[in-house]
């Protein structure tokens, strides 16, 4: 036990949970918790130019690095702009903890300068959150906050301390276990359950896995490939999974779900059998729910058990962690005569056959660029190891499409909420996580521009991130809705007018190109690249290009559209 003021518990706290970055925002309210971080020299604090992209900062480092991300901000509007920041990370389970100023004790509630009810506010969008009333329950709060981050369906917690406590001197004792009797997630799946389903996947026809964005979060992507591989059982993923499986594996059919392939679509309508691994049945993915996997029986294995049968009905649910249910599974599979791959040659062939039909593919030119030839080069040209970020659009459903994604934790996307704007601070979370690594964000004309000032960021704290903005002179996604369902009339999507993207990425001490050819924009990512600084690339690609196939919100997902006939 020793005697510490409360910042600099928060400071201690941090590097017992092995803290090695802050990404933050100071002000009044949290005036006492920077000088602490001044003082201390254990993890790095990195000054993000916005509290929004602070916390988009602190997800993509976890999502990268599988680790717990961590924000700082002060009270008021310090902690509104961080909002978004949390509802992103959870409507994807990312595991962060942010840590904001508030007004001292005896002002809450004054209507003080700055004062707004923080926990009121991030209530709907954390796991869980507090307001630290003492300084005695400070150490036992950063505890909890770190454990219920990343332990169960991990999440954001949010602590919100008055700016007395962070001043107010206590005795510190970090405890070396958490106590909550009312939360303790389950990690092993029940073993009669496991046998049913093992059971409903030796005696199905058309057995078909679908991966969600859970075999990431509990890096199930080895045993889930086993499986897989051992079972001859072919898969589809959410966006949230791409990676888990290998982009060449014969029995990976793609993405599911709205911009999906015609595969992995058909695959769901088709099948008998449908295994989901930490997927939750987001309306991206099943369209009509009436119409989904109408002829499957359902496994649902999730650790989170308000997910189960939440959407679809279960038939076979299963809670616990997703690694250790799959080697369960796999255990039981194995033990009698095992599983013979050739069971369901059948089925693989009556999936290649819709491979075959409808592959995911584009009509490349040699006039104005495609963006589909531009992602498919980057990869050619980053390799393996680079990690990809996307902001949210056209360029977020190429990338998902087109990318050959090859391991988990290579792809950070906000899925669930969908916010522009998340590419480049996620991109600079996952450069700090992973420096070693190339990371590119693909991003649109109408994203990067709700962030841009965190190129700031990227120069002052040396962070070369890649952005390569996919340049369609409009509000893309929203433009191809419009074409499909509106009849061409482009309200407020026309992005027409624009800075100079490749002098703004100047202006900030970057490095900026303006490409138009292939030539052109290889030699553009080679010099990136070797500058070894932040970048910006504009690639004017073609204005009119839309995400096929795509299936109409809330239509049945066998009912793609996959002609573009809406092109204009
Ligand atoms: C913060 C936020 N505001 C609005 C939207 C709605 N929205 C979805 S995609 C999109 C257009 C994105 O345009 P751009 O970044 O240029 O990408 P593109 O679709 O052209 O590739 C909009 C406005 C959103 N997803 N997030």
Known sequence: MKELNGSQMISEALRLEGVEVVFGYPGGAALNIYDETYKQDHFRHILTRHEQAAVHAADGYARASGRVGVAFTTSGPGF?????????????SVPLVLISGQVGRALIGTDAFQEIDAVGISRACVKHNYLVRSIEELPRIIKEAFYIARTGRPGPVHIDIPKDITA?????????????PTYKPTYKGNSKQIKKAVAAIKSAKRPLAYIGGGAISSNAAEPVRKLLAMSGIPAVQT???LGVLRDDDSLNLGMAGMHGSYAANMAISECDLLISLGARFDDRITGNTAEFAKGAKIIHVDIDPSSISKIINADYPIVGDLATVVNQIMDELNSDAGIDPSLYAPWRDTLDKFKALYPLDFDDSEGVLKPQWVIKQTAQIVGDEAII??????????????????????????GGQGTMGYGLPAALGAKVAKSANAVINFTGDGSILMNIQEMMTAMADDIPVINIVLNNNFLGMVRQWQTFFYEHRFSSTDLSL??????LAASFGGVGYRVKTKDEFKKALKEALDSKKPAIIDVVIDRFENVLPMVPAGAAIYNMILDDKGKR
């Open 168 to 180: 107010e001197i206590g005795l510190f004792e970090y405890p070396n276990e958490v106590s909550m």
């Open 389 to 414: 970020s996307t902001d949210v659009g056209q360029h977020q459903m190429w990338v998902a499409q087109f990318y050959p994604f090859n391991s988990p934790r290579q792809f950070l996307t906000s």
């Open 239 to 241: 966006l949230m999974a």
């Open 80 to 92: 509104t702009n961080a909002i978004t920041g949390l509802a992103t990370a959870y409507s994807d």
């Open 498 to 503: 624009q800075p100079d993207f490749a002098m």
